[in-house]
């Protein structure tokens, strides 16, 4: 097999402002994986918060794909190579490009690979009009800390493109402009599921005080209300809270959220945090039947980089699954959302496409 590397800038339609920063843009890696005449494709996006930038996501990426060398076919470094000490993002890139080319080499989508539920019956034909539909979710979109004026269009012409759940991101340095906030997007898109994520930016005290407010206004779930590092806290306040509280950034790894399970609400699996749909299917299986519930999530990234989490959509309860909606021109096609429903689809793979617009690959 033979690995190359592509690096893109991926710009976002506008800034998105959460409690702790503001993004622009990020780098994204692709890793292409050929064999036989047929290529598998992942991405790995960098982080500022993961400590992952471009040179490190090459460097790991290019010495992952070399590894890759010692093995006859994709199955069988899908199934035999070693977990390793890599960043999370690249095992879930390295992952995701496998998949893709084991899907091709079969014809099976990877939804099925993965025995994703709504493949598990479904018959060998996948033109057969009884065959049930690819996994799909109505995704969360997000709307970043601006003014209330602002999100409520945002919310507006979100709603009246199709979507029903909106996440707002909150933390700004007022308390009072997250809630005018909320009030606006809920006045403007009524229907809408709303979802609010501090990004980890209350106290404790805050929380008590703000979360029963929030409650009034008809938001449905909070995520990651204080700062990572103390589960314990967040887990005690999930006893307190009149909301449903999901661990983010304190529900990282699989040890991370079996210590949470049964004590939050839900928890966010994301595969660059997680490692991959495997990781994520893990975590899955942990959490059944303990009160916790899955949240897919993702980061900023095209639909190259969310097509593995769309296979793996009809898992959870939340979907967040928006990062390629955020984009000002996503590269990559095949798994929609403008509607507001991500879609697997029952090509080969992971079943997108470039949008090529002329470039070369690198070794």
């Known amino acids: 097999m033979k690995a190359t590397l592509h690096t893109v800038r991926l710009m ?18 692709w890793l292409t ?25 090459e460097r790991q990426l290019c010495e992952a794909g070399l590894a890759l060398g010692r093995f006859g076919d994709p199955e069988s470094a899908l199934r035999d190579r070693p977990a390793g000490d890599r960043p999370p993002a690249v095992t879930a890139a390295v992952e995701a490009a496998l ?3 084991c899907g091709k080499r079969s014809g099976d989508p990877v939804h099925r690979l993965l025995d994703a539920k709504s493949a598990r019956t479904a018959p060998t034909t996948p033109t057969t009009p009884s065959a049930p539909s690819a996994p799909s979710a109505r995704t969360a979109r997000t709307i970043g800390i601006v003014p209330a004026e602002r999100a409520a269009a945002q919310a507006r012409s979100l709603a009246d493109s199709g979507f029903t759940v909106i996440k707002v991101k909150a933390g700004a340095p007022d308390p009072e402009d997250d809630l005018a906030r909320i009030r606006a997007i809920a006045s403007a898109a009524p229907r809408a599921r709303l979802l609010l994520d501090p990004n980890g930016a209350w106290t404790s005290a805050q929380a008590l005080q703000l979360l029963p407010r929030y409650a009034e206004l008809g938001v449905e779930a909070v995520e990651q209300p204080l700062a990572p590092g103390n589960p314990e806290a967040l887990a005690r306040l999930a006893q307190r809270s009149p909301l449903p509280l999901i661990a ?5 790894t699989y040890e991370d959220v079996r210590r949470l399970a049964g004590r939050v609400h839900g928890v966010n699996v994301k595969l660059a945090k997680c490692g991959g749909p495997y990781a994520a299917l893990r975590i899955a299986e942990l959490i059944e039947g303990s009160g916790t519930e899955l949240m897919l999530g993702c980061l900023t990234a095209s639909t190259l980089g969310l097509a593995p ?45 470039e949008r090529r617009v002329g470039r070369e690959d690198a070794a």
Request: net charge negative; hydrophobic share 45%.
């Open 33 to 57: 994986v050929e064999h036989e005449g047929l290529t598998g494709h992942g991405e790995a996006v960098t982080s500022v918060y993961y400590g992952l930038n471009t040179t490190v996501l």
């Open 248 to 252: 983010d950034e304190d529900a990282v």
């Open 309 to 353: 989490a769309v296979h793996l959509a009809d898992r959870a309860r939340w979907a967040d699954l928006d990062g390629h909606l955020l984009l000002a021109a996503d590269p990559w096609t095949g798994i929609g959302g403008a509607d507001g429903v991500v879609r697997a689809s029952d090509l080969p793979g992971l079943g997108v496409r």
């Open 99 to 101: 998949l893709d080319l």
């Open 12 to 29: 976002l339609a506008e800034p998105l402002r959460i409690s702790r920063s503001t993004m622009a843009a990020r780098d994204a890696v």
